[in-house]
């Protein structure tokens, strides 16, 4: 009798463990990768395009693919200063890995910011702030990093470094 | 061509001292937009691989060759501070410089040089009058009176002195066509009411205002009126002492001079009694630790040692607009508005922003369902530059409940081929984006 509770629970505890490990299976999986591997895939799939416009109606097409942000979430808080258009950017921690979730008015924006969650999403903090992003540079779209008014990508970075760098503090609390 | 324009150091001297005009050359001969091109260095650079078209005029002006070379022959030749210096460089400077007051005095028509007071730009230019008038003037319950369709540069000035000295700001309505409620402005005016400050050409729409109109009202009701000349100076023939404006502003860097040099106009007599905006150098005639008194006009606004290569090199400028002639620009420059306006509207899905009757050769719109800052960065690959957004514009962008506009802008070297371009880009970025 107190074997077979035992075993009950055992047989309990291990269903336990298998949902977790295949939660943490599922998650692997999507991020078996590393940020700088992710980065050079990117790179690759450029090397393809020979002219701009191919690259920003990828680009383009990026955006258009992102799943919306809901409603609720595009308030104030969350929207990501120093953009000539509107960017809303939300992060959660799942077990120590930080998956983002964005949104912008502005297609090439999305496009944009569909790229840095497909490098960033699911990495921990650490990995995060020690992301290098030299993708950016490599398919050409420095442009967009210049630290001008009409263009948010270098506040949409900061703002996920920002992100990774809170949830690392609170870690350490 | 060439020759007309450069206007050596030598030769500027040689003006300042003979005092003789330079007359123009060249003007009212027939426009030859390919001759005032190469007028352009920057024109010739590609962008992106494609040949530049420069549509962001009403940001700020390229500049011609004169323009630089002055700046250049400056630093080569008499770099000195000015006013203090007994030595031949700083005579020189001074008289280069004080060449440009000459200069820009003539181009607004104001009646004496001491009106004439050298700033960084317009919002320098409003920043002064708010800080000094305004705080002289301006008391608890007092009413300021601007429009819906200034620049945050002719609002936010003016928030700060209402929020300091507890005035209100009042607001003159636009309507659809991007034109002043002209009816609903002499309401407005009550006897709290102290100046008024108007923007004369919109840099978001392209509207001119009525200036005159509301400076002949404002003065029944004894209100001052400042007019912001941003956009209007390097367009317009303006003659302040016949609009009779009180103030009037306007930056070099519009009007195809050098950044960072603007002029304040002011009637005299209400220069005069205004308290200096900044203490410092130059602002003075006796210091001692009880007690400064202040230098005369228009010195007394002009602390600390100013931006001389700027300004000296902004009478290039003005004297290159006037040898071109303003007429003969504008007429071009209508042409192009004209022309990009009908060709753009042609366009499914474009509505244009701001269809006053009068505008100067700004052109804004919006495509629907596209955002501005898609349209211009795709513009920008087709080395196509337009300014997109709210145009430090945003109560207006408000008004027309639009997240920003398209705006290309039209100066002298633009082409009817550089509005079949963008004409042409626009429509490409609308298949890319929709």
Redesign the interface.
């Known amino acids: 009798m107190v074997e077979l509770i035992g075993c009950r629970e055992h047989t309990n505890l291990f269903k336990i463990l298998i949902n977790v490990s295949l939660r943490r299976a599922a998650s692997e999986m999507e991020i078996t990768q590393t940020i700088q591997e992710t980065e050079e895939e990117i790179v690759d799939e450029f090397s393809l395009f020979d002219n701009w416009e191919d690259k920003y109606e990828y680009i383009i097409d990026l955006g258009k693919k992102l799943q919306p942000l809901e409603a609720r979430f595009k308030v104030d808080e969350n929207k990501i200063k120093g953009c000539q258009s509107q960017v809303w950017l939300i992060a959660d921690e799942v077990d120590g890995r930080i998956f983002f979730k964005a949104d912008s008015d502005a297609v090439i924006v999305r496009g944009l910011v569909s790229m840095l969650i497909r490098v960033l999403s699911g990495h921990t903090p650490d990995e995060i702030l020690n992301a290098k992003l030299d993708f950016i540079n490599k398919i050409g779209m420095t442009t967009h990093l210049a630290q001008t008014r009409s263009n948010g990508l270098l506040s949409m970075v900061k703002q996920m470094k920002n992100y990774a760098l809170a949830y690392k503090a609170k870690a350490q609390l | 061509m060439v020759s007309c324009f450069t206007i050596h150091h030598s030769q500027l001297t040689t003006m300042i001292t003979t005092g003789t005009d330079i007359k123009p050359q060249i003007a009212k001969q027939s426009f030859d937009v390919t001759a005032i091109r190469n007028e352009f260095p920057v024109l010739e650079r590609k962008v ?1 691989g494609k040949d530049l078209v420069y549509f962001d005029n009403a940001a700020t002006a390229q500049k011609p060759k004169v323009v630089i070379d002055a700046l250049v022959d400056y630093y080569h030749q008499y770099n000195a501070n000015i006013h203090r210096g007994i030595h031949s460089l700083a005579e020189e400077a001074t008289a280069a410089f004080e060449a440009t007051r000459d200069t820009a005095r003539e181009f607004i028509n104001a009646r004496y040089r001491e009106e004439i007071i050298f700033t960084r730009g317009v919002t320098e230019g409003i920043n002064l009058v708010a800080a000094t008038w305004g705080r002289q003037n301006i008391k608890e319950n007092d009413e300021i009176i601007i429009s819906g369709m200034e620049h945050h540069s002719n609002i936010v000035p003016w928030q700060m002195l209402c929020l300091e000295k507890k005035a209100k700001l009042k607001i003159i309505s636009v309507d659809e066509n991007g034109e002043l409620v002209m009816g609903a402005f002499e309401k407005l005016i009550s006897p709290k009411t102290k100046i008024v400050s108007i923007v004369h050409a919109s840099n978001s729409l392209g509207t001119i205002n009525p200036v005159k109109e509301i400076i002949e009202i404002a003065h029944q009701h004894n209100v001052v009126v400042l007019v912001d000349g941003a956009q209007s100076a390097v367009h317009l023939d303006i003659d302040v002492q016949d609009m009779d404006c009180d103030f009037f502003v306007l930056s070099s860097h519009k009007i195809y001079g050098p950044t960072g040099v603007g002029v304040l106009y002011g009637k005299r007599e209400l220069l005069e009694v205004m308290p200096p905006y900044m203490g410092g150098g130059e602002m003075i005639r006796e210091v001692t630790f009880d007690h400064t008194t202040y230098n005369e006009l228009p010195y007394k606004f002009e602390a600390g040692t100013p931006n001389i290569a700027d300004t000296v090199a902004f009478k290039a400028a003005l004297d290159f607009v006037n040898e071109v002639g303003k007429d003969n620009i504008r007429a071009h420059e209508e042409i192009l508005t004209k022309y990009a306006m009908d060709q753009l509207s042609k366009i499914d899905g474009v509505r244009l922003i701001g269809t006053a009757k009068h505008k100067t050769s700004v052109v804004s719109f919006i495509v629907e369902g596209v ?4 349209l ?3 513009l ?2 087709y080395g196509i530059a337009v300014r ?2 709210h145009h430090c514009c945003q109560p207006l962008m408000n008004r027309f409940e639009i ?2 506009t398209v705006r290309a802008s039209f100066a002298m070297y633009n082409t009817k081929d550089e509005v079949d371009e963008l004409v042409k880009g626009v429509e490409k970025a609308i298949k ?2 929709k």
């Open positions: 992106k955002h501005p800052q898609d211009g960065i795709i920008d690959n997109t957004g997240p920003g890319m984006l």
